[in-house]
C-alpha cells in the first residue's frame, strides 16, 4: 500500500501550492485500491481541508503512517521526520548554501529525498514543474512593470484574480505600445511567457529582423540556444556540446541588447554558463533594456543585475545603471528588475493541478509499482545515504 501524506508547508514565507489537488486525490482513489492520501491540517494551502474532506480524503495531524510524504518548497529541519521518505524541492543540488544546514538534517535523520527538480527524461528535460506558471506570472508581473515605468499601458497584479482564466480576461482591449521584448529559454517558463505575449497580441519576430527593424506594432523574438551562444573556436552551438562544456562558449545575448525594452529571462544557469551580459554593459549609451523579469531567478547569475528576490507583494526594484545599486523602482537611470522565487503562488490552484496532473502520469505510477531508474536518478539520499549521481555533495553534506 503506498500511503501518501500531503505535508502543511513550513518555510517561511509559506508557500500555498500542493502537489496533489482534493480531485487528483479522487482519481487515486477510484482507480488504485492500493493507494490513500491523506493530508495534514493547513490553514493555508490553496485547497481548503474542508475541500479535501469532501473529495474523501481524511485530513489530520499525523503524518507518521505515511510511507511517501510529499510537501512543495524546502521542509524547516524541525519538521522533518526520522527515516521517513519525502519529495519537494530542496534546492540544494547547486550546493546552495542557506540550504545546506537541510541537506545535512536529511542525511542525520535517515531520510530518503526524491527531488523533483531532478526527476528527469533520459535525454535531461525535467518531468514536472511549476515552469510554465513561473512563465506566466513572471511575464504578466514583467509587463507590469514596464507599464508602471511609462505610463503606456496600466495592467493589475495577478493576485487580484483567483484563476488563469480571469486572467486572461485582464488582456481583452488592452493596448500596447510598440515595444520590443526578448524571451529566452526553450522549457516550460519560456512556454509560459510565450502564452502570455500571445494571449496580449504581441507578435513574433525573426531574430535577424528584430536587431534590424522597428515595428509599427509590439513584438518579441525567442531566442533559443543556438541564438544565444557559439563556440569560442568554432562560431557555432551544438547542444549536447554545450551542456557538457558551456564553459568553452561566448554569449550573444549583448547583439540584443541595444534593440530591446524588456528582458524575459527563461534560460536555465549554473555558474559555468555564460551570463547574457555583464554589469559594465549597464554602463553603455545604447543599453536599452528598462525592464527584466528573470523569471528563473538566479541572484547574480544570467542576469548579473539581480540583486537578490523580490517578493509576490513587492515584486519589483530597481538598479541603478552608474552605481549598480539596489534602488526603488521606476526610477530614472536605473533598470527594473522581477525576481520573486515563488511566482506561481500567484495562481497556486491553476499551478498545483498542473504540477499533480505531471506527477500522476510520470512519478507516482513509478513508486506505486516499487520504483524505476526515473525515480532512481532523482533520489539524492536513500536513508541518510548519499546516492551514486550526487556524491559530489558529500563535502556539502558535512561528509
Excluded at 518531468?127 to 504578466?140: K, P
Excluded at 568554432?234 to 562544456?245: L, P, S, V
Aim: proline share 4%; hydrophobic share 35%; with cysteine.
Amino acid at each position: 500500500m503506498l500511503k501518501i501524506g500531503l505535508i502543511r508547508e513550513g518555510k517561511v514565507p509559506q508557500d500555498n501550492r500542493v502537489a496533489l489537488i482534493p480531485a487528483h486525490c479522487k482519481w487515486l482513489h477510484l482507480n488504485f485500491d492500493d493507494v490513500k492520501v491523506v493530508a495534514q491540517h493547513s490553514e493555508n494551502r490553496c485547497y481548503t481541508d474542508k475541500e479535501y474532506e469532501r473529495a474523501g480524503v481524511e485530513v489530520k495531524e499525523d503524518m507518521s503512517d505515511c510511507n511517501l510524504l510529499l510537501g512543495i518548497k524546502e521542509v524547516p529541519v524541525d519538521m522533518l521526520q526520522e527515516g521517513k521518505r519525502y519529495m519537494f524541492f530542496s534546492h540544494t543540488k547547486k550546493l546552495q548554501p542557506g540550504n545546506q544546514k537541510l541537506f545535512k538534517a536529511l542525511l542525520e535523520k535517515k531520510i530518503t529525498l526524491i527531488d523533483y527538480e531532478c526527476l528527469e527524461h533520459e535525454d535531461g528535460t525535467r518531468i514536472i514543474g511549476f515552469g510554465f506558471f513561473a512563465g506566466i506570472v513572471g511575464a504578466h508581473n514583467g509587463m507590469m512593470a514596464f507599464g508602471n515605468r511609462t505610463g503606456s499601458f496600466k495592467l493589475q497584479r495577478v493576485g487580484s484574480v483567483n484563476s488563469f482564466q480571469k486572467l486572461i480576461h485582464m488582456y481583452f482591449g488592452l493596448k500596447l505600445p510598440n515595444i520590443k521584448i526578448a524571451v529566452t529559454g526553450s522549457g516550460r517558463v519560456a512556454h509560459g511567457v510565450l502564452e502570455i505575449m500571445n494571449l496580449m497580441g504581441i507578435h513574433e519576430v525573426e531574430p535577424e529582423d528584430y536587431v534590424e527593424k522597428e515595428f509599427a506594432y509590439p513584438a518579441y523574438v525567442h531566442l533559443k540556444g543556438i541564438d544565444l551562444y557559439a563556440h569560442k573556436e568554432t562560431g557555432k552551438y551544438n547542444r549536447n556540446d554545450f551542456h557538457a562544456n558551456p564553459q568553452n562558449y561566448n554569449c550573444r545575448f549583448t547583439e540584443y541588447l541595444a534593440h530591446t525594452d524588456i528582458l524575459m529571462n527563461g534560460i536555465y544557469w549554473e555558474k559555468n554558463i555564460p551570463r547574457l551580459f555583464e554589469m559594465e554593459d549597464l554602463l553603455r549609451e545604447d543599453f536599452r533594456i528598462q525592464t527584466i523579469a528573470d523569471i528563473t531567478d538566479d541572484k547574480n547569475g544570467s542576469i548579473p543585475c539581480n540583486l537578490g528576490d523580490s517578493t509576490i507583494d513587492d515584486p519589483v526594484y530597481g538598479v541603478a545603471r552608474k552605481s549598480f545599486e539596489r534602488t526603488a523602482p521606476y526610477l530614472p537611470g536605473s533598470v527594473d528588475m522581477m525576481a520573486v522565487g515563488n511566482l506561481p503562488n500567484e495562481l497556486p490552484r491553476d499551478a498545483s493541478r498542473y504540477f499533480g496532473e505531471q506527477l500522476i502520469k510520470f512519478v507516482l505510477n513509478d513508486i506505486r509499482q516499487g520504483g524505476s531508474q526515473t525515480i532512481e536518478r532523482a533520489t539524492m539520499t536513500d536513508a541518510g545515504i548519499i546516492t551514486g549521481p550526487f556524491a559530489y555533495m558529500k563535502e556539502y553534506g558535512g561528509l
